[in-house]
């Protein structure tokens, strides 16, 4: 009989598969000696802790979730890897597995799992090699964040000429893969760098290579601080002097994001997967948009000094410098602006832009001299009312317009009203433009007969007869019995 591995799929319950039966068969081609038996033996179970001969033992073998059929066919079976997973995480009993074996098995079970493209449960990725990521912003100094006891950077930025250090924030709370990383985690981070520091790479190492690889770092990570009121971490980082191109992109914010590389230990809370724990290995700089927490390189220290005589100064003593320099007239302005590569025209707009700005500023001041308010809201508030007030005289204006233009078009005040209700002109339309308009409706064809009823057609017994008597005069009332 020969042992093959099948790609299909077993839904049949695991507690209808007889695991006796499978130890059996599988024992049974080990006797044999039969052909693909070792394969199918490290496939049914998770861990296999011996090697698969004669002296194997049901008790080497640990995690079985596949079926064996009579003619050696090896399924997969779906509750059978739930039921593996369940026992991992010690669902009844805690798995008689060294850390070595139950990382074997996690990787084994979960590669089924992709396989399957089944959600990846939590006790298959704690312990695993996992990373939490961060961007470059700037919302702390490189000094608020404290540097460990062990670092020395004297000795780190020896013979550096352009030294750089920056600093990166993890604020605890979810990451994009949806875990919540709880601020014990973060300061487990927080105490490695304290305690003794974490190398930088261009990269993730591969997690096979871990044990036994060490690239050179890119930075060193030698400070690290947990904010409670922020409720976020921060690390403090040296690049290497080596890293001339690192240098630059952080610079010219082409890189800006950083992965804390390491295993995170996980635990569910009400449907939730959250990270307790984080043993760090690296904190390394990787492309943008990868996934993991939202951090950010919130500061750039690049040191801002110049060799000047043997001395070094910082900018603002240099400034100083500068200012007796042009006052002692050992340098001109022109020359200073010449040398920090500014133009004429930098410097035009600049005072432009100046100008503008006061100007703007004068402007407020004298409207809230006129208004007689103080405050933001005050002039706001009178700006609103002011302006209703402009509107309001606006349209009054705009209606005395009209009123005028059709009392000298149109006679008769029913006439005018008809008029005025069809009458149609814009907001800001001018006397002519109305008159204009007004022309128009008095040629329709079809207005001047309603027009000139108006002016002629009146109602009968409305008015004084011609003998000047009433006009109920003109009605005769009897009297007829009903």
């Known amino acids: ?20 039966q499978i130890w059996r068969i599988l024992k049974q081609g080990i006797a044999d000696k039969a052909a693909g038996v070792a394969e199918a033996v490290r496939e049914v179970y998770a861990v296999v802790k011996a090697s698969v001969d004669d002296n194997l033992t049901e008790a080497d073998c640990w995690g079985p979730h596949h079926e064996v059929r009579e003619d050696g066919t090896v399924v997969l079976n779906r509750a059978g890897l ?10 009844r009993s805690e798995p008689n597995l060294t850390p070595q074996q139950a990382a074997e098995a996690r990787q084994h079970l979960l590669r089924h799992y992709k396989e399957l493209e089944m959600p990846i449960p939590a006790t298959l990725v704690s312990g695993e090699i996992g990373q939490v990521q961060a961007t470059i912003s700037g919302e702390i100094s490189i000094n608020d964040v404290p540097l460990a006891s062990w670092a020395n950077l004297d000795t780190l930025k020896a013979g550096d000429q352009d030294p750089l250090e920056v600093v990166v924030e993890i604020p605890a709370g979810k990451s994009k893969r949806g875990w919540n990383y709880k601020p014990e985690a973060l300061k487990a981070i927080v105490g490695e760098v304290m305690s003794q520091g974490l190398p930088g ?13 060490f690239p050179p770092p890119v930075t060193h990570w030698v ?9 976020k971490a921060y690390f403090r980082g040296v690049i290497d002097k080596s890293a001339e191109d690192l240098k630059r992109w952080i610079k010219s914010n082409v890189v800006r994001t950083v992965s804390i590389f390491g295993i995170p230990k996980l635990q569910q809370s009400m449907g939730e997967t959250q990270v307790v724990d984080y043993q760090p290995l690296s904190i390394d700089w990787t492309p943008l948009g990868r996934a993991g927490m939202p951090t950010a390189v919130i500061a750039v220290g690049e040191m801002d000094e110049i060799i000047n005589g043997g001395v070094k100064m910082n900018w603002r003593e240099l400034v100083t410098q500068l200012k007796q320099a042009l006052a002692n007239k050992d340098v001109t302005l022109s020359q200073v602006v010449g040398e920090m590569g500014f133009t004429t025209q930098d410097l035009a707009n600049e005072v432009e832009e100046i100008k503008e700005a006061l100007a703007a500023k004068q402007t407020l001041g004298k409207v809230k001299e006129v208004l007689a308010v103080s405050g933001e809201m005050d002039i706001i508030e009178a700006a609103g009312e002011a302006r209703k007030a402009l509107d309001e005289k606006a349209k009054a204006k705009h209606e005395k317009l009209i009123n005028e233009a059709i009392a000298e078009k149109v006679t008769g005040e029913m006439t005018q009203g008809l008029v005025k209700k069809m009458l149609h ?7 002519e433009q109305i008159v204009g308009e007004i022309d128009a409706l008095l040629k329709d064809e079809a207005l001047k007969d309603t027009f000139s009823k108006l002016h002629t057609d009146k109602p009968a017994g409305i008015g004084i007869t011609s003998d000047g008597s ?10 007829v019995a009903i």
């Open 1 to 20: 009989m020969k042992f093959t591995i099948s790609e299909s799929v077993s839904n049949t319950a695991w507690s209808n598969v007889d695991k006796g």
């Open 82 to 91: 739930i039921a593996a997973v369940a026992a991992l995480s010690g669902a």
């Open 201 to 213: 790479f261009l990269g993730h190492q591969k997690p096979e290579d871990v044990d036994h690889e």
């Open 223 to 231: 400070g690290a601080k947990w904010d409670p009121i922020t409720n």
């Open 425 to 431: 002109v814009a907001d800001d339309a001018t006397k």
């Open 470 to 479: 009433k006009p109920n005069a003109m009605l005769i009332t009897r009297k």
